[in-house]
């Protein structure tokens, strides 16, 4: 009877929820904030990301598939794909090494050579017709190493946030895999000395043709890098397959107005490569099938062997070797840091071994006292050490005398001779002091991307904790100016003009907790430095 009772009871409960379920009363809630899948299919195909915070989350879209040095092939798939998680990054001798050695300066740092063309997509949109201007990011690490997902401080969902902007990051081929010439050996390698830039090239394509569907507007493309990506920046300027793919460019902490490696140069080092790995004189055929065919860091080991240098070519007819080309189509921002690799800094980067607490201290920013710095000056500047910090001072009246230490000696070269072409270029130092190691570093290479990204918060926060109203101040003066170069190819906003560099002026934005215009604020300063 009690079983009966039991079944019987059961059976009412299961018959209540079926009733319910049909009159729609057990639709389970949403909780406000919660994160949700969001669905977005483009030309390419559907995808499913993430949607949280008001930002939607797409990682790890393949936009190409590629045989090792070979053109990209653009990749495109039936369902729906995920999107939530990086995929692997070029290979770069990561597995050649202990990985607990590299452990700390990638969040991924799974090798895959046939899985590395990738894009991310953060964007607070999915409508087609939102029309966000897009920033399309292009990670650091020289032409060698480095991925979309090497630090939290490329990640763009604070700023698609902050600026109402669709922020794109990607992978691409790199070093051997993405340089080596091998041009001589069939026209299905013509450009293989430039594949890097064929790869991402294939990537503004990608952008172009499907990027609306996630809320972008594809003819208001920003490219943006750091350190090697200004130079990636810089050569995607001079490539004319590359015109109407971007309309904007930033180039921060590197690139210049040319190249000067050239097919010969590529030709000689692939030569040399051959000969060192006993091949010369074989068929091309088994020449390239050896090459395709050798593991990665076999391939890595032996080009290093013979100093094969991974970076653009200047071939006469895919890269011309010139920013010259986009001259008055394509409006440049270009910035450095303060101290660029000379910062104060040393002990953030794995520093010296100190040989005593006392000489550490010397050498620590609270702890210097007037009379060290002034003999570090004489140490670094001889006679001219007055002068020096005289100078210093008066291009940078906020800071105080032991940041000329770190100063780094820039020059305007890249800005005069964009404008000389006939182009429209904006310049920025960023000379905002850092609280860290318990007082203020003079801010590294890279220590500009978290401040333009919005990147203060769970990010980066340690590195301004004590200071983080001028910071944030800071911060939102440089993310306010990237987002309007974005929109209108003009840095300016309502409470901070930007005036266009020009040879009379010289006009440089001085991003700081106070941030300013100079006009040519340091040339006295460098020309002395320089000599």
């Known amino acids: 009877m009690r079983k009966f009772l039991a079944f019987m009871l059961i059976l009412m409960m299961t018959l209540s929820s079926i009733s ?43 936009y190409a598939t590629a045989e090792r040095f070979k053109e990209p092939v653009p990749f495109t798939w039936e369902g729906i794909r995920q999107a939530n998680r990086y995929t692997e990054i070029c290979p770069q001798g990561i597995s050649a090494v202990n990985r607990n050695e590299v452990q700390n300066l990638c969040n991924y740092i799974v090798e895959g050579e046939d899985t590395c063309l990738s894009i991310n997509i953060w964007t607070p949109s999915v409508d087609p017709e939102a029309k966000l201007p897009v920033l399309v990011w292009l990670h650091g690490g020289g032409y060698s190493s480095g991925s979309s997902a090497e630090h939290r401080i490329y990640e763009g969902y604070n700023l698609a946030k902050y600026g109402n902007v669709v922020f794109v990051s990607l992978n691409h081929r790199l070093n051997y895999l993405g340089f080596l010439d091998l041009s001589e050996y069939g026209e299905e390698f ?29 003819n208001c493309v920003t490219i943006d890098g750091q350190s090697g990506g200004g130079g990636k920046v810089a050569t995607l300027m001079g490539i004319p397959r590359a015109e109407g793919l971007f309309h904007r460019a930033v180039a921060q902490s590197g690139g210049s107005a040319s190249s000067t490696r ?97 000489v550490y ?16 000056y004489q140490e670094k500047y001889g006679d001219k050490w007055q002068e020096v910090m005289d100078e210093f001072l008066k291009a940078y009246p906020d800071h105080k005398a032991v940041d000329g230490l770190y100063v780094t000696n820039r020059n305007n070269n890249f800005v005069t001779d964009y404008t000389n072409m006939g182009g429209t270029a904006y310049q920025a130092v960023i000379a905002y002091n850092q609280p860290l190691l318990g007082g203020i570093t ?26 983080e109203e001028n910071a944030e101040r800071c911060s939102m003066a440089m993310a306010d100016a990237l987002v309007a170069f974005m929109k209108t190819g003009d840095p300016s906003t309502e409470s901070l003009a930007w005036p266009a560099f020009t040879i009379q002026e010289g006009a440089t934005m001085i991003f700081d907790a106070n941030s300013r215009v100079g006009y040519f604020h340091d040339a006295d300063l460098m020309a002395l430095i320089a000599k």
């Not at 049909?22 to 809630?29: H, R």
């Not at 100093?307 to 001259?327: L, W």
């Open 20 to 62: 319910a379920l049909a009159a729609g009363e057990l639709s389970y809630e949403v909780r406000k904030g919660a994160t949700v899948p969001v669905f977005v299919k483009s030309a390419a195909g559907e995808t499913v990301g993430l949607s949280y915070g008001g930002v939607n989350v797409f990682k790890g879209i393949p």
């Open 190 to 218: 013509k450009y293989s000395a430039n594949l890097s830039f064929v790869d991402i090239l294939c990537a503004l394509e990608w952008v172009h043709d499907n990027i609306a569907a996630y809320g972008g507007d594809p």
């Open 262 to 358: 050239t097919s010969e140069t590529s030709r000689a080092q692939t030569a040399e490569l051959v000969k060192y790995l006993g091949l010369e004189g074989k068929p091309g055929e088994e020449i390239v099938k050896t090459l395709q065919e050798m593991p990665y860091d076999e391939l890595r080991a032996a080009c290093r062997e013979v100093k094969y240098s991974a970076g653009p070519t200047i071939d006469g007819d895919f890269y011309t070797g010139s920013v010259a080309f986009s001259a008055g189509k394509v409006p440049l921002m270009r910035t450095s840091v303060f101290s660029e690799f000379t910062s104060n800094a040393g002990p953030l980067y794995g520093g010296p071994v100190w040989e005593s607490k006392e």
């Open 361 to 376: 201290l010397e050498n620590y920013f609270p702890a210097m006292t007037d009379e060290i710095v002034i003999a570090k």
């Open 442 to 467: 003079a801010i590294h290479t890279g220590g500009d991307i978290f401040l333009f990204f919005r990147n203060t918060k769970n990010v980066a926060d340690y590195w301004i904790m004590g200071d």
